[in-house]
């Protein structure tokens, strides 16, 4: 039986991460209003603005119920500004910013820099299998500290000669999951592979 995951479409790339779940073996739902997040088996938050996504998330009145069921053990996947909504801590956030949390982590908002400064790389990232993954950065977090128990996924390579080589930008605490990164818009679908996998778990 395909696992429903819902991609939260208040804000983002939803279409693009609709098709690379149901390329993933998964049917793919977007979620607007708590009934949708109710009916769900994993759900994934899509980059954007966060301060937005974080405003929106009350405005419809998904944010409370959204916390819950990550404490019941939801499945949730966030990039970009998901990574920084599952985030406990936030550094560079808004005054009124607040996160779902669920990792226990540190992520540094736009660490990488404005959108010029958007770049791609090949990460190698545990857990998926195939070689190196094509990763896009679009005024990406980066993660600054993880605890005890978070699993560190992906780094950004060595080989740079700025303030971003070695940065964490992929991990995983459970059955949540969080990439700096955009998989969506690389046509690589593993890393959604990946989330469909843990949903199934």
Not at 152 to 158: E, G, K, N, Y
Request: charged share 25%; aromatic share 4%.
């Amino acid at each position: 039986m395909k696992p429903s995951i819902g991609v939260l479409a208040l804000q983002g790339d939803v279409r693009e991460h609709v098709s690379a779940l149901e390329q993933s073996g998964a049917r793919a739902v977007p979620v607007r209003r708590p009934a949708e997040l109710e009916a769900v088996d994993g759900l994934v938050l899509p980059g954007g603005e966060s301060t937005t996504i974080d405003k929106l998330l009350r405005i419809f009145e998904l944010r409370d119920l959204l916390v819950e069921r990550i404490g019941q053990g939801l499945p949730v996947y966030g990039s970009c500004a998901g990574m920084i909504l599952l985030a406990d801590r936030v550094i560079d956030g808004s005054h009124d910013q607040q996160t779902v949390g669920g990792i226990e982590m540190t992520v540094r908002r736009n660490a990488f820099g404005r959108q010029v400064d958007s770049f791609e790389t090949n990460l190698e990232m545990a857990g998926i299998a195939g070689g190196a993954l094509p990763a896009t950065f679009i005024r990406a977090p980066w993660v600054e500290e993880v605890g005890t128990g978070v699993e560190i996924l992906a780094r950004v390579p060595d080989g740079r000669d700025d303030a971003a080589a070695g940065r964490i930008v992929a991990v995983r605490q459970g059955a949540l999951l969080a990439t700096s990164f955009h998989p969506e818009i690389t046509g690589d679908a593993r890393v959604h592979e990946l989330f469909v996998t843990i949903v199934k778990e």
